[in-house]
C-alpha cells in the first residue's frame, strides 16, 4: 500500500498569510495527487488534482505543485473561508486510493 | 449538475450488517469513464476509502476491509450500495458516496451511521 503522510497535522495561521502544506508519498506516485477541503460539518470538495490543476470554480490563490514522492498546496493569502481540514489523496496505485491524514488550519 | 445522495439507517447494532445506498441524479450512472465509491471518516478523524465500482459491476475494494465488504449498482434506479458485515464500534463514521475517476468529485453529503452494542 502507499502511504500518503501529510505535514503538518495542524498549524495556526492569519488572514493575509501565506499558507503551504506538504504531502509524502511512501513511493513515486508520479502526478497522481489530489487535494480536498472539508469544513466543518461538510463533505470534503476537489480543490487541485493530478498534483496541480486548479478543479472548477475554485479561487486561485490555491495551488499545487510537486511530482514523484513530495507535493506542497500553497494558499497565497489566506482568507476567512480557507479556514478548514485539508487533505491529499493519490490515485497511481491502480484502484486503490488512499488519503493523507489531513491538515487543519486554524 | 451531478448530485449524490447517501441513505440508510443512521443506527446499526454490533455484529450486523450495515448497509447504505448512494442515489445519483442530475448526470449518468452509466458512465464509461467513472467509478462510484465509498469513504468513510469516524468522528474527529481522516477519511479512508471503502471501495468502488464501475457500471457494468466491477469493484475494487480497500483490502483492510476486502472481507467484510459488498458494493452493488443498479443501474436502472441510478443507485449503488454498501453493505458492511459484521460491524463494530470501530464502524461508528459519516459514509460519504461519491464519483470517482482518479480523484472524488463529488460528493454526497454524508451520513452518520453509529455502531451501537
Known amino acids: 500500500d502507499i502511504q500518503m503522510t501529510q505535514s503538518p497535522s495542524s498549524l495556526s495561521a492569519s488572514v493575509g498569510d501565506r499558507v503551504t502544506i506538504t504531502c509524502r508519498a511512501s513511493?513515486?506516485?508520479?502526478?497522481?495527487l489530489h487535494w480536498y477541503q472539508q469544513k466543518p460539518g461538510k463533505a470534503p470538495s476537489l480543490l487541485i488534482y493530478d498534483a496541480f490543476s486548479l478543479h472548477s470554480g475554485v479561487p486561485s490563490r490555491f495551488s499545487g505543485n510537486g511530482s514523484g514522492t513530495d507535493f506542497t498546496l500553497t494558499i497565497s493569502s489566506l482568507q476567512r473561508e480557507d479556514f478548514a481540514t485539508y487533505y491529499c489523496q493519490q490515485s497511481y496505485s491502480p484502484h486503490s486510493w488512499t488519503f493523507g491524514q489531513g491538515t487543519r488550519v486554524e | 449538475q451531478l448530485q449524490l445522495q447517501e441513505s440508510g439507517p443512521g443506527l446499526v447494532k454490533a455484529s450486523e450488517t450495515l448497509s447504505l445506498t448512494c442515489s445519483v441524479s442530475?448526470?449518468?450512472?452509466?458512465?464509461?469513464?467513472?467509478?462510484w465509491g465509498w469513504i468513510r471518516q469516524p468522528p474527529g478523524k481522516g477519511l479512508e476509502w471503502i471501495g468502488s465500482?464501475?457500471?457494468?459491476?466491477?469493484?475494487h475494494y480497500n483490502p483492510s476491509l476486502k472481507s467484510r465488504v459488498t458494493i452493488s449498482v443498479d443501474t436502472s434506479k441510478k443507485q449503488f450500495s454498501l453493505n458492511l458485515m459484521s460491524v463494530t464500534a470501530a464502524d461508528t463514521a459519516i459514509y460519504y458516496c461519491?464519483?470517482?475517476?482518479?480523484?472524488?468529485?463529488?460528493w454526497g453529503q454524508g451520513i452518520l451511521v453509529t455502531v451501537s452494542s
Open positions: 513511493q513515486s506516485i508520479i502526478n497522481y
Open positions: 465500482i464501475y457500471y457494468s459491476g466491477s469493484t
Open positions: 442530475g448526470g449518468s450512472i452509466s458512465s464509461s469513464s467513472y467509478y
Open positions: 461519491a464519483r470517482n475517476s482518479s480523484h472524488f468529485d463529488p
